[in-house]
């Protein structure tokens, strides 16, 4: 899928991947449509960027999304790739000094992290569908974002690992669910990446965590993980499945 007439959706656009992901797109050629629940932040992106919008999105709700996707799709003409970067992180051990891991903790992780990511994929493969195929047969192309704690969860990351486990395991289901339709679905896997939630950790933690990093000795930054959402939807041999990002980085 040539980048340059790709019209992509990118959830969580307001800040740290999603935000450098619709960055990196839009100044490539593509048209992008930011998802976001902040819409101060996402509102201030998608104005800094050439030929982007912004909707307000709760990707847990059926009606948020369903309207978004309509109204990105208008404004672009289409949707034609879906990059799921909205999510968030939760840590808690089973059982801890304040009891067991608070199951509404626990639920809200996967509604947001996995469930939240397959209702927008859903939404977006609809209207993907009625797009016109390329020579490849191809209409779409649907990136989501786990990670590797899906594969090396730690302590205190049970939900988290679970929410992104999921994401990963969707890859091939859905990539076999819309051969048909010919929308392709991938994974990205990124280990620790230099964003706001890292950031805040501060200089002395971030230089602990990037000691782990086997080569190249650093976090990884967001721009990479946006040049490899590109090269997922510019080549169309890859589907059903996952890629891990991370410097070959092995959590403890």
């Known amino acids: 899928m040539e980048i340059t ?18 960055r990196y797109l839009a100044g490539a050629g593509a048209a992008v449509a930011l ?11 998608a104005a800094s960027l050439p030929n982007a919008s912004f909707v307000a999105v ?8 369903a309207a978004a996707v309509a109204e990105a799709s208008d404004a672009m ?20 000094k304040k009891g067991p891991f608070p199951l509404e903790m626990f639920q809200r992780t996967i509604d947001i992290n996995l469930v939240g990511a397959f ?33 090396d969860g730690q302590k205190g990351q049970a939900a988290y690992a679970s929410s992104k486990a999921g994401v990963a395991g969707m890859s091939l289901p859905l990539a076999r669910d819309m051969a048909g339709l010919g929308i392709r679905t991938m994974a990205i896997a990124p280990g620790l990446f230099l964003t706001p939630m890292l950031e805040s950790l501060g200089p002395e933690m971030m230089a602990e965590l990037a000691a782990d990093v ?39």
């Open 35 to 45: 998802f976001d629940r902040d819409a101060e932040k996402g509102q201030a992106v």
């Open 77 to 96: 003409g289409g949707i034609t790739a879906l990059v799921n970067c909205a999510g968030i992180v939760t840590g808690a051990r089973m059982v801890g």
């Open 214 to 252: 086997v080569f190249p000795k650093r976090l990884g930054a967001p721009e990479e993980f946006a040049r490899m959402v590109r090269f997922i939807i510019e080549m169309a041999y890859l589907n059903g499945d996952t890629i891990r990002l991370d410097g070959a980085l092995r959590l403890p």
């Open 119 to 151: 209702n927008v994929a859903r939404l977006a493969a609809a209207e993907m569908a009625k797009n016109t195929a390329n020579a490849d047969g191809e209409r779409g192309v649907i990136v989501n974002t786990a990670s590797i704690a899906a594969y």
């Open 5 to 22: 007439t790709s019209k992509v959706v990118v959830t969580g656009g307001a800040s740290g991947l999603g935000e450098a992901t619709a």
């Open 58 to 65: 709760d990707v847990t709700s059926e009606e948020s999304v």
